[in-house]
């Protein structure tokens, strides 16, 4: 019997590992939701047993031995293999009726080329949803307003081209950034506000172009020590080269977006954790480099980072 069946992003259903074009057998008697492969007739069928988001995966199987339920929505096979997967963008293909559950887009205005908006989770009472992805199942972007050209946005507010924002405010063209408002390219910030061009920001205000620092106004600082223009670029320009690209990760999404072949649209953010230190695994050539400044603060360092040295 052909069939269809959906799979969690990495292809398991229940902890149980499948792989396109193999042939599975059960072990033990049939039973309908205990023992046995499942799949439905219809593809519409199977999201009333899985969320219809495009992280999941979705195939045509091919059922046989005794099968259960072929009157129902739901099957029962004694074996079942993987014939070919179905894209997500190419579902419609095989849908049998309208299967609309588009109740994800509701009061809203502005929703153009997005993805996985669905279930009345995604884009709900919300304004100027723009190229994004990851718009799903009350992860992507709900109750948000001018979200443009973003990834793993969750409850913020006029987040533009950045990535891993989360409960933050006017965050443009940043990565990493927590709590914080008015951010805007810059890197690791936390509980900040007004932070600009800088690095390993923790509770400060008015921030521009600065690294490390704690409870601080506006200014030129490394590890509080306040320090000219020149000294500032000499430093950042190093630690910059050092890190090569390295910023701290408050959450698994890049490992995440990398294992689901670094495409948005394909990675389960319903799956993203948080990470207990963020950074733990700087590089220790940048440990190193700032433990070397005169301006070094093992105190500070610690309370930001969580870093003994």
Request: with cysteine; proline share 2%.
């Amino acid at each position: 019997m052909k069939a269809f069946k959906v799979f969690e992003w990495d292809w398991t259903c229940k902890g149980f590992q499948y792989e396109i074009g193999k042939e599975y057998k059960i072990k033990g008697e049939l039973v309908m939701c205990e023992n046995g492969f499942h799949a439905c007739k219809r593809l519409e069928d199977c999201f009333k047993y899985y969320e219809h988001v495009s992280w999941n995966k979705i195939a045509m199987v091919e059922l046989g031995g005794r099968i259960l339920g072929e009157d129902t929505d739901k099957q029962c096979a004694e074996t079942i293999k993987l014939v070919e997967e179905i894209p997500f963008d190419s579902i419609g293909k095989y849908i049998t009726k309208q299967c609309d559950r588009s109740d994800g887009v509701n009061r809203s205005y502005g929703v153009s080329v997005s993805y996985g908006v669905n279930r009345s989770n995604g884009v709900n009472r919300s304004n100027g949803v723009n190229w994004s992805y990851g718009v799903n199942g009350s992860y992507g972007v709900n109750g948000s307003n001018g979200v443009n050209v973003s990834n793993g946005v969750n409850r913020s507010d006029g987040v533009n081209r950045s990535d891993g924002v989360n409960r933050s405010d006017g965050v443009n063209r940043s990565d990493g950034v927590n709590h914080s408002y008015g951010v805007n390219g810059s890197y690791g910030v936390n509980h900040s506000y007004g932070v600009n061009g800088s690095y390993g920001i923790l509770k400060c205000i008015g921030i521009n172009k600065s690294l490390f620092c704690s409870h601080l106004d506006n200014s030129y600082y490394v590890f509080n020590e306040k320090v000219t223009p020149k000294r500032y670029e000499e430093i950042h320009t190093n630690l910059q080269n050092i890190l090569d690209g390295w910023f701290p990760q408050y959450h698994n999404m890049k490992s995440l977006y990398l294992k689901c072949g670094s495409e948005w649209k394909k990675t389960p953010i319903n799956k993203t954790t948080d990470n207990e230190n963020p950074w733990s695994d700087m590089p220790k050539e940048a440990i190193q480099y700032l433990k070397s400044l005169p301006e070094f603060d093992s105190v500070i360092f610690k309370e930001i980072a969580g870093i003994e040295t």
